[in-house]
T-cell receptor, first 111, second 117 residues
Framework: GNSVTQMEGPVTLSEEAFLTINCTYTATGYPSLFWYVQYPGEGLQLLLKATKADDKGSNKGFEATYRKETTSFHLEKGSVQVSDSAVYFCALRVAGYALNFGKGTSLLVTP | SQTIHQWPATLVQPVGSPLSLECTVEGTSNPNLYWYRQAAGRGLQLLFYSVGIGQISSEVPQNLSASRPQDRQFILSSKKLLLSDSGFYLC????????????????FGPGTRLTVL
Protein backbone atom coordinates (compact mmCIF):
# COMPACT_ATOMS: atom_id res chain seq x y z
CA GLY A 1 0.00 0.00 0.00
CA ASN A 2 0.90 3.67 0.14
CA SER A 3 2.52 5.08 3.25
CA VAL A 4 4.76 7.83 4.52
CA THR A 5 7.37 7.57 7.25
CA GLN A 6 8.87 10.67 8.77
CA MET A 7 11.27 11.18 11.60
CA GLU A 8 9.81 11.32 15.06
CA GLY A 9 10.06 14.54 16.95
CA PRO A 10 10.28 16.72 18.71
CA VAL A 11 13.18 18.40 16.99
CA THR A 12 14.69 21.28 18.91
CA LEU A 13 17.03 23.71 17.17
CA SER A 14 18.57 27.05 17.91
CA GLU A 15 17.67 29.98 15.70
CA GLU A 16 19.70 30.08 12.47
CA ALA A 17 20.50 26.36 12.63
CA PHE A 18 20.16 24.09 9.60
CA LEU A 19 17.01 21.96 9.47
CA THR A 20 16.45 18.55 7.95
CA ILE A 21 13.28 16.54 8.49
CA ASN A 22 13.46 13.14 6.85
CA CYS A 23 10.56 11.68 4.91
CA THR A 24 10.47 8.41 3.01
CA TYR A 25 7.57 6.82 1.24
CA THR A 26 6.24 3.64 -0.29
CA ALA A 27 3.79 3.89 -3.13
CA THR A 28 2.22 1.57 -5.66
CA GLY A 29 2.23 4.19 -8.40
CA TYR A 30 3.87 7.53 -9.10
CA PRO A 31 2.93 9.80 -6.23
CA SER A 32 2.83 13.51 -5.85
CA LEU A 33 4.61 14.53 -2.65
CA PHE A 34 3.77 17.31 -0.24
CA TRP A 35 4.93 19.04 2.90
CA TYR A 36 2.27 20.66 5.04
CA VAL A 37 2.86 22.80 8.12
CA GLN A 38 0.56 23.16 11.12
CA TYR A 39 1.09 26.09 13.46
CA PRO A 40 -0.25 25.73 17.01
CA GLY A 41 -4.04 25.61 17.12
CA GLU A 42 -4.44 25.99 13.36
CA GLY A 43 -5.23 23.88 10.35
CA LEU A 44 -2.70 22.61 7.84
CA GLN A 45 -1.09 24.86 5.27
CA LEU A 46 0.55 23.61 2.13
CA LEU A 47 4.24 24.41 2.37
CA LEU A 48 5.54 22.92 -0.87
CA LYS A 49 5.01 20.08 -3.28
CA ALA A 50 6.63 18.10 -6.09
CA THR A 51 4.82 16.05 -8.67
CA LYS A 52 7.54 14.04 -10.38
CA ALA A 53 11.01 12.65 -9.83
CA ASP A 54 13.82 15.20 -9.42
CA ASP A 55 11.38 18.07 -8.96
CA LYS A 56 12.32 20.48 -6.19
CA GLY A 57 9.58 22.18 -4.24
CA SER A 58 10.44 25.38 -2.42
CA ASN A 59 8.69 28.03 -0.37
CA LYS A 60 9.60 30.44 2.44
CA GLY A 61 13.21 29.18 2.45
CA PHE A 62 12.17 25.53 2.74
CA GLU A 63 13.12 23.04 0.05
CA ALA A 64 12.50 19.37 -0.69
CA THR A 65 13.58 17.28 -3.66
CA TYR A 66 11.62 14.32 -4.97
CA ARG A 67 14.13 11.45 -5.00
CA LYS A 68 12.67 8.41 -6.70
CA GLU A 69 15.80 6.29 -6.28
CA THR A 70 15.73 6.66 -2.51
CA THR A 71 11.94 7.16 -2.25
CA SER A 72 12.54 10.25 -0.18
CA PHE A 73 11.33 13.83 0.09
CA HIS A 74 13.40 15.36 2.90
CA LEU A 75 12.55 18.87 4.05
CA GLU A 76 15.44 21.33 4.50
CA LYS A 77 15.95 24.93 5.50
CA GLY A 78 19.27 26.64 5.78
CA SER A 79 18.51 28.94 8.70
CA VAL A 80 15.44 28.40 10.86
CA GLN A 81 13.61 31.11 12.76
CA VAL A 82 11.55 30.99 15.94
CA SER A 83 8.47 31.53 13.77
CA ASP A 84 9.15 28.19 12.04
CA SER A 85 8.15 26.35 15.20
CA ALA A 86 5.30 24.11 14.12
CA VAL A 87 4.41 20.54 13.20
CA TYR A 88 5.47 19.43 9.73
CA PHE A 89 3.66 16.70 7.83
CA CYS A 90 4.93 14.82 4.82
CA ALA A 91 2.21 13.43 2.56
CA LEU A 92 1.75 11.64 -0.73
CA ARG A 93 -1.05 11.21 -3.19
CA VAL A 94 -1.29 8.52 -5.83
CA ALA A 95 -4.42 7.84 -7.82
CA GLY A 96 -7.69 8.51 -6.09
CA TYR A 97 -8.55 11.15 -3.57
CA ALA A 98 -6.81 10.53 -0.30
CA LEU A 99 -3.64 12.10 0.94
CA ASN A 100 -1.53 9.66 2.95
CA PHE A 101 0.11 11.57 5.79
CA GLY A 102 3.06 10.83 7.98
CA LYS A 103 2.59 11.22 11.71
CA GLY A 104 4.13 14.66 11.78
CA THR A 105 7.35 16.06 13.18
CA SER A 106 7.23 18.75 15.82
CA LEU A 107 9.86 21.47 15.45
CA LEU A 108 10.77 23.89 18.23
CA VAL A 109 13.17 26.71 17.44
CA THR A 110 14.64 28.53 20.42
CA PRO A 111 16.12 32.05 20.36
CA SER B 1 -9.42 33.64 -4.00
CA GLN B 2 -10.70 30.53 -2.32
CA THR B 3 -11.37 30.31 1.39
CA ILE B 4 -12.56 27.51 3.60
CA HIS B 5 -14.41 27.97 6.86
CA GLN B 6 -15.14 25.61 9.70
CA TRP B 7 -17.25 26.02 12.78
CA PRO B 8 -17.34 25.83 15.61
CA ALA B 9 -13.67 26.29 16.38
CA THR B 10 -13.92 24.38 19.63
CA LEU B 11 -16.59 22.14 21.09
CA VAL B 12 -17.00 20.23 24.34
CA GLN B 13 -19.73 17.62 24.30
CA PRO B 14 -20.85 14.87 26.69
CA VAL B 15 -20.71 11.23 25.67
CA GLY B 16 -23.89 10.20 23.90
CA SER B 17 -24.76 13.66 22.63
CA PRO B 18 -25.18 14.47 18.92
CA LEU B 19 -22.62 16.29 16.80
CA SER B 20 -22.76 18.60 13.82
CA LEU B 21 -19.66 20.23 12.37
CA GLU B 22 -19.92 22.45 9.34
CA CYS B 23 -17.49 23.31 6.59
CA THR B 24 -18.04 25.75 3.74
CA VAL B 25 -15.86 26.73 0.82
CA GLU B 26 -15.94 30.02 -1.06
CA GLY B 27 -14.49 31.07 -4.37
CA THR B 28 -14.64 27.77 -6.22
CA SER B 29 -17.26 25.55 -7.82
CA ASN B 30 -17.70 21.80 -7.68
CA PRO B 31 -14.83 21.18 -5.27
CA ASN B 32 -13.97 17.79 -3.87
CA LEU B 33 -14.44 17.95 -0.11
CA TYR B 34 -12.81 15.95 2.69
CA TRP B 35 -13.12 15.37 6.42
CA TYR B 36 -9.99 14.33 8.33
CA ARG B 37 -9.48 13.61 12.00
CA GLN B 38 -6.24 14.24 13.83
CA ALA B 39 -6.09 12.39 17.15
CA ALA B 40 -3.60 13.45 19.79
CA GLY B 41 -0.09 12.30 18.91
CA ARG B 42 -1.20 10.71 15.66
CA GLY B 43 -1.31 11.63 12.03
CA LEU B 44 -4.30 12.59 9.98
CA GLN B 45 -6.93 10.04 9.09
CA LEU B 46 -9.28 10.55 6.17
CA LEU B 47 -12.86 9.99 7.30
CA PHE B 48 -15.02 10.98 4.32
CA TYR B 49 -14.73 12.55 0.92
CA SER B 50 -17.26 13.89 -1.53
CA VAL B 51 -17.04 14.57 -5.25
CA GLY B 52 -20.47 16.18 -5.55
CA ILE B 53 -23.75 17.02 -3.87
CA GLY B 54 -25.15 14.00 -2.09
CA GLN B 55 -22.12 11.86 -2.97
CA ILE B 56 -20.26 10.67 0.10
CA SER B 57 -17.57 8.02 0.40
CA SER B 58 -16.56 6.69 3.79
CA GLU B 59 -13.00 5.63 4.40
CA VAL B 60 -13.34 4.40 7.96
CA PRO B 61 -16.46 2.73 9.40
CA GLN B 62 -17.52 4.36 12.64
CA ASN B 63 -20.35 6.21 14.29
CA LEU B 64 -19.77 9.34 12.25
CA SER B 65 -21.55 10.33 9.05
CA ALA B 66 -21.15 13.08 6.50
CA SER B 67 -23.50 14.93 4.21
CA ARG B 68 -23.16 17.42 1.39
CA PRO B 69 -26.44 19.29 1.00
CA GLN B 70 -24.97 22.03 -1.20
CA ASP B 71 -22.05 22.24 -3.59
CA ARG B 72 -19.77 24.03 -1.16
CA GLN B 73 -21.09 22.75 2.17
CA PHE B 74 -19.89 19.64 3.96
CA ILE B 75 -21.26 18.49 7.30
CA LEU B 76 -19.90 15.93 9.73
CA SER B 77 -22.42 14.42 12.13
CA SER B 78 -22.93 11.87 14.82
CA LYS B 79 -26.05 10.72 16.61
CA LYS B 80 -24.17 9.64 19.75
CA LEU B 81 -20.63 10.71 20.49
CA LEU B 82 -18.05 8.37 22.00
CA LEU B 83 -15.02 9.31 24.06
CA SER B 84 -12.86 8.11 21.19
CA ASP B 85 -14.38 10.75 18.92
CA SER B 86 -12.31 13.43 20.61
CA GLY B 87 -9.80 15.03 18.29
CA PHE B 88 -9.09 17.79 15.85
CA TYR B 89 -11.36 17.67 12.81
CA LEU B 90 -10.14 19.19 9.60
CA CYS B 91 -12.09 19.91 6.47
CA UNK B 92 -10.26 20.23 3.16
CA UNK B 93 -11.06 20.89 -0.48
CA UNK B 94 -9.39 20.24 -3.80
CA UNK B 95 -10.31 21.10 -7.34
CA UNK B 96 -12.81 18.76 -8.96
CA UNK B 97 -12.07 17.51 -12.45
CA UNK B 98 -14.21 15.96 -15.15
CA UNK B 99 -14.89 12.31 -14.58
CA UNK B 100 -14.89 12.75 -10.82
CA UNK B 101 -11.15 12.94 -10.29
CA UNK B 102 -9.33 15.64 -8.36
CA UNK B 103 -6.45 18.03 -8.63
CA UNK B 104 -3.47 17.16 -6.47
CA UNK B 105 -3.37 19.78 -3.78
CA UNK B 106 -5.76 19.84 -0.86
CA UNK B 107 -6.39 23.02 1.10
CA PHE B 108 -7.35 22.81 4.73
CA GLY B 109 -9.65 24.76 6.97
CA PRO B 110 -8.72 26.00 10.45
CA GLY B 111 -10.14 22.91 12.17
CA THR B 112 -12.54 22.13 15.01
CA ARG B 113 -11.21 20.92 18.35
CA LEU B 114 -13.74 18.42 19.75
CA THR B 115 -13.52 17.16 23.31
CA VAL B 116 -15.93 14.45 24.39
CA LEU B 117 -16.26 14.09 28.16
Amino acid sequence: GNSVTQMEGPVTLSEEAFLTINCTYTATGYPSLFWYVQYPGEGLQLLLKATKADDKGSNKGFEATYRKETTSFHLEKGSVQVSDSAVYFCALRVAGYALNFGKGTSLLVTP
Amino acid sequence: SQTIHQWPATLVQPVGSPLSLECTVEGTSNPNLYWYRQAAGRGLQLLFYSVGIGQISSEVPQNLSASRPQDRQFILSSKKLLLSDSGFYLCAWSGGLAGGSSTDTQYFGPGTRLTVL
